[in-house]
């Protein structure tokens, strides 16, 4: 059973950095595809970055430059920096692992709140 557990989130000021953790039990990232996705207060889950197993990544436009994944397989963890965060970043950022066979379901961790005041 894949166990994902996010921690890293806050307070932060505009302009300044976080950085999350994911940690997972189960599975191990480097055999799957995996990211970032967040939601914000009244909408809806919106997605952030997907890392492939073989460590590409595509990212969201709207933090293209300013946060980079990445992951510690010797300790199958993998991380969001977030750098010249903006008052638009506030949400609930949640990991996730993606299933490699048919439905490919996704698991997802508990969330942590990142908020960016102006």
């Known amino acids: 059973q894949v166990q994902l557990v996010e921690s890293g989130g806050g307070l932060v000021q505009s302009g300044g950095s976080l950085r999350l953790s994911c940690a997972a039990s189960g599975s191990r990232f480097s055999d799957h595809a995996a990211g970032w996705s967040r939601q914000a207060p009244g909408k809806q889950r919106e997605f952030v970055v997907r890392m492939r197993s073989e460590g590409s990544a595509t990212y969201a436009d709207s933090v293209k430059g300013r946060f980079t994944m990445s992951r510690d397989e010797a300790k199958n963890t993998m991380y969001l920096t977030m750098d010249s965060l903006e008052p638009e970043d506030t949400a609930v950022y949640y990991c996730?692992?993606?299933?490699?066979?048919?439905?490919?379901?996704?698991?997802w961790g508990q969330g942590t709140q990142v908020t960016v005041s102006s």
């Open positions: 996730f692992l993606t299933d490699n066979n048919w439905p490919y379901d996704d698991h």
